[in-house]
């Protein structure tokens, strides 16, 4: 009950502050790919119209589970990498 909530929000609340960090330079890696992919992608938002980009998008979403892959992909990968709040705050090692 109240402990399953407590620990599905704590999950979702880890990955908004991930989500968060990753334009702060916390992981300067992490950021300028971001930036170099934000860049790529203006140009090509302006020309394909968002109607075909969303359309993409929800088919990509609601592909059926068969094609589908177990690992993450890249991206959610490396978002999950980067620090939570928390995880900030724990003394370094080294």
Do not use: C
């Amino acid at each position: 009950g109240v402990v399953v909530l407590q620990n599905i929000l704590g999950t979702v609340a880890s990955l908004v502050e991930r989500i968060e960090a990753m334009p702060k330079w916390l992981d300067p890696r992490i950021s300028g790919l971001l930036s170099i992919i934000f860049l790529a992608l203006v140009p090509g938002l302006y020309y394909v119209p968002l109607k075909l980009v969303m359309s993409f998008v929800v088919l990509f979403v609601l592909r059926h589970p068969a094609l589908r892959d177990p690992i993450p992909p890249p991206p959610v990968s490396m978002v999950l990498r980067l620090p939570s709040r928390a995880e900030l705050m724990l003394p370094r090692e080294g």
